[in-house]
């Protein structure tokens, strides 16, 4: 599978942005797809998870109510509706899937800048 993240950009506090996700190739084989992101000097974090199949979805605390993870079906892509941003959000947003039979997220994508003005 390969993945193309796209939709970053600069952004005040309070503002909305919306990432796509658009997954090519063998995507029978995916079982999740999920959001990452890394800021500068920090770990990469979790972000959000749906379900390729079922839409079922996982938020990390930090982003619960705000973040809104979806899934179009009929074009393999999956979006990161992000509200109510802040400048902790800042950082770049990466997608990467599951597989059916894996436990850990691969194939990441390219990532996409998210900078969010105080």
């Known amino acids: 599978v390969q993945l193309q993240a796209s939709g970053g950009g600069l952004v005040p506090a309070g503002g909305s942005l919306r990432l796509s996700c658009y997954a090519s190739?063998?995507?029978?084989?995916?079982?999740?797809m999920g959001w990452f992101r890394q800021a500068p000097g920090k770990e990469r974090e979790f972000v959000t998870s749906?379900?390729?199949?079922?839409?079922?979805?996982t938020y990390a605390d930090s982003v619960k109510g705000r973040f809104t993870i979806s899934k179009d079906n009929g074009k393999d892509t999956v979006y990161l509706q992000m509200s109510s941003l802040k400048p902790e959000d800042t950082a770049v947003y990466s997608c990467?899937?599951?597989?059916?039979?894996?436990?850990?997220?691969?194939?990441w994508g390219q990532g996409t800048q998210v900078t969010v003005s105080s």
């Open positions: 749906i379900s390729w199949r079922g839409g079922s979805t």
């Open positions: 190739g063998r995507t029978f084989r995916v079982r999740t």
């Open positions: 990467a899937v599951r597989y059916f039979g894996r436990d850990d997220f691969e194939r």
